[in-house]
């Protein structure tokens, strides 16, 4: 199975400064068809997860423009220019290029 | 809008079965590939089975293989999990979820609890 890496597990992050994320895979998630199925997902506490980004760096309608994806082959980034208070949770990295799907450990953002 | 909504969640012993319903609507059920997701506390997110839209092939991580089967009703715009031989590990909140690549698309979920 591919395994996908994240770091850091826990973001302590000031309200208006910068975040990020990594997201290493195991394999490379380019599929066969030349798309790169890597995704980000945001689940804030008791809800379901909401998929922020689709193929590395599209934002989904909806999300602010202050969370971008970047990366390429197997290594993946999630940028939050600036914190804000209602960004408090949880982000999963996903793959869906090879069977079976996988996610990332999750990482928690939570403001300083 | 796209609404998936769960249900057949519930507690039950080691061994036991359960079947859960996901009835989908706001969009071309089945054109769709769907998929159950689940959630525990200790494991994080897992992919437990994708069924196709194209022609209803079965897909399912090892952990599950043999004792789950899903299955659609493309004329009830309805997807389904059949949780038999059930392991106290299978304790999660399953999720169905619309698509295979990257789910835009999740239900509010429903608890499984596996215990005695």
């Known amino acids: 199975d591919v395994v996908l890496t994240q770091s850091p597990l826990s973001l302590p992050v000031t309200l208006g400064q910068p975040a990020s994320i990594s997201c290493r895979s195991s394999q490379s998630l380019v599929y066969s068809d030349g798309n790169t199925y890597l995704n980000w997902f945001q689940q804030r506490p008791g809800q379901s997860p909401r998929r922020l980004i689709y193929?590395?760096?599209n934002r989904d309608s909806g999300v602010p423009d202050r969370f971008s994806g970047s990366g390429s082959g197997t290594d993946f980034t999630l940028k939050i220019s600036r914190v804000e208070a209602e960004d408090v949770g949880v982000y999963y990295c996903?793959?869906?290029?090879?069977?079976?799907?996988?996610f990332g450990q999750g990482t928690q953002v939570e403001i300083k | 809008e796209v609404q998936l909504l769960e249900s057949g969640g519930g507690l039950v012993q080691p061994g036991g079965s359960l079947r859960l319903s996901c009835a989908a609507s706001?969009?071309?059920?089945?054109?769709?590939?769907m998929s159950w997701v689940r959630q525990t506390p200790g494991k994080g997110l897992e992919w437990v089975s994708l069924i196709s839209g194209s022609d209803s092939r079965a897909y399912y991580v090892d952990s599950v293989r043999g004792r789950f089967t899903i299955s659609r009703d493309n004329s009830k715009n309805t997807l389904y999990l059949e949780l038999n031989s059930l392991r106290a590990e299978d304790t999660a909140v399953y999720y169905c979820?619309?698509?295979?690549?990257?789910?835009?698309?999740w239900g509010q979920g429903t608890l499984v609890t596996v215990s005695s």
């Open positions: 193929k590395v760096s």
């Open positions: 979820v619309a698509g295979s690549s990257g789910p835009r698309d």
């Open positions: 996903m793959q869906g290029t090879h069977w079976p799907r996988t």
């Open positions: 706001g969009f071309t059920f089945s054109t769709y590939d």
